[in-house]
């Protein structure tokens, strides 16, 4: 967790040098991992992929009913009537 001083000795002029030697670099025990946002679990799909993209191109505002849709997955009732619902 320091910097490769040779680096970017090579790669940045002098001002920028500075700048980015000035910043603190943290120490973490986990790794980096990637993260696709526009999904619930945070892993990239076709599927989250193509519905953003629907999402961008067609204008499906008119069809959204505001409420909080999400309890009727909370209820006590067979799924084929929360699918109907």
Same mark, same amino acid.
């Given at each position: 967790m320091t ?9 940045? %002029?002098?001002?920028? =040098?500075? %700048?980015?030697?000035?910043? *603190? =670099?943290?120490s973490?025990?986990? @790794? ?13 799909? @076709?599927?989250s992929? #193509? #519905? *953003?993209?629907m999402?961008? /191109? /067609?204008?499906?505002?008119? #069809? ?6 999400? !309890? %009727?997955?909370? =209820?006590? /009732?067979?799924?084929? %009537?929360? =699918?109907? !619902?």
């Amino acid at each position: 967790m320091t910097w490769n001083h040779e680096l970017l000795q090579a790669i940045f %002029i002098s001002h920028d =040098l500075q %700048i980015i030697q000035s910043m *603190h =670099l943290f120490s973490t025990e986990d @790794d980096d991992k990637a993260v696709w946002k526009l999904s619930r679990d945070g892993k990239y799909s @076709d599927k989250s992929a #193509y #519905y *953003h993209a629907m999402e961008k /191109i /067609i204008d499906n505002s008119h #069809y959204r009913v505001p409420n909080d849709w999400s !309890l %009727i997955w909370k =209820l006590n /009732i067979p799924l084929r %009537i929360k =699918l109907l !619902l």
